[in-house]
């Protein structure tokens, strides 16, 4: 929602660095291109959770960036072994 309301806010505002990198890695080569301001954090996330950021889409819903937030939480996860 923040990504809409208010547009220019900085992305480490709301993703931490390791999260922001994370993201910035998922991303394929040609979306890299540009500036990589909350928008570009928010598809990232989104698209973890199944969005397909094509041209012709609407901007991602609630659902995928909720799959998506869950996914980057166990990704970066530390693993336990034992």
Known sequence: M???EAPKTPPNATFTE???CLLERSM???K???SHDLDFY???VARLGGYLDRA???PPGTTVIWRGLSRLA???KPKTYG
């Open 2 to 4: 923040l990504s809409r």
């Open 18 to 20: 390791a999260e922001r």
């Open 28 to 30: 394929p080569v040609n």
């Open 32 to 34: 890299l291109k540009g």
């Open 42 to 44: 928010v598809r990232a």
């Open 56 to 58: 012709s889409d609407a």
């Open 74 to 76: 166990e990704i970066l």
